[in-house]
T-cell receptor
Framework: AQKVTQAQTEISVVEKEDVTLDCVYE???????LFWYKQPPSGELVFLIR??????QNEISGRYSWNFQKSTSSFNFTITASQVVDSAVYFC?????????????FGKGTRLSVIA | DAMVIQNPRYQVTQFGKPVTLSCSQT?????MYWYQQKSSQAPKLLFH???????NEADTPDNFQSRRPNTSFCFLDIRSPGLGDAAMYLC??????????????FGPGTRLTVL
């Protein structure tokens, strides 16, 4: 069965610090997608990235970067030089392509607070 | 801009009084989802439509129903809301190719209060 674990429930950092949010997943499928979503206080879930299981290249988008390691079943998310606007709950999620039963399974989320 | 719209943003209902939440999309996606999210929890999938094909999650209570009259609209009906149904309800859409569900785009949510 598919499962996503975000061990960090809450993280607080001071503005301009770098912070890494951990995500570990379990799946028996060989083909899957991994996602990160951001949920600011307004409540809307904002899509950040999708990664295919066959593509282990790390990705950088501005201050955001993602490290995908199949060997450790991890898909970690790093924010460089954090800002107050980064304060939100961040969800990691998994979608198995071959089972098709459950489109998306979320982790429990990590609440990030960036303090000015 | 293409988007997912939910109305109303805030809904107050009384215990046992039926309520309907609505969602519309301009993305022309073939899949629409309804999630329930309680405070400090991850979103929980209630059901989804792939075109007109309805897929109910096994643990979704019978109290929750859904309708999708066309590609653009999807409704969540709560037949007899209980206090435990107070939550944020999120609508999302995605495209699907074969068995592959692509990234989901979420609406702003409807926060339901049950008095």
């Amino acid at each position: 069965a598919q499962k996503v674990t975000q061990a960090q429930t809450e993280i607080s950092v001071v503005e301009k610090e770098d912070v890494t949010l951990d995500c570990v997943y379990e799946t028996r499928d060989t083909t899957y997608y991994l996602f990160w979503y951001k949920q600011p206080p307004s409540g809307e879930l904002v899509f950040l990235i999708r990664r295919n299981s066959f593509d282990e290249q790390n990705e950088i988008s501005g201050r955001y970067s993602w490290n995908f390691q199949k060997s450790t079943s991890s898909f970690n998310f790093t924010i460089t030089a954090s800002q107050v606007v980064d304060s939100a709950v961040y969800f990691c999620a998994l979608s198995e392509l071959n089972s098709g039963n459950t489109p998306l399974v979320f982790g429990k989320g990590t609440r990030l607070s960036v303090i000015a | 801009d293409a988007m997912v719209i939910q109305n109303p943003r805030y809904q107050v209902t009384q215990f046992g009084k039926p309520v309907t939440l609505s969602c519309s999309q301009t993305l022309n996606h073939n899949v629409m989802y309804w999630y329930q999210q309680k405070s400090s929890q991850a979103p929980k999938l209630l059901f989804h439509y792939y075109d007109k094909d309805f897929n109910n999650e096994a643990d979704t209570p019978d109290n929750f129903q859904s309708r999708r009259p066309n590609t653009s609209f999807c409704f969540l009906d709560i037949r007899s809301p209980g206090l435990g149904d107070a939550a944020m309800y999120l609508c999302a859409t995605s495209s699907r190719t074969g068995a592959s569900y692509n990234e989901q785009f979420f609406g702003p949510g409807t926060r339901l209060t049950v008095l």
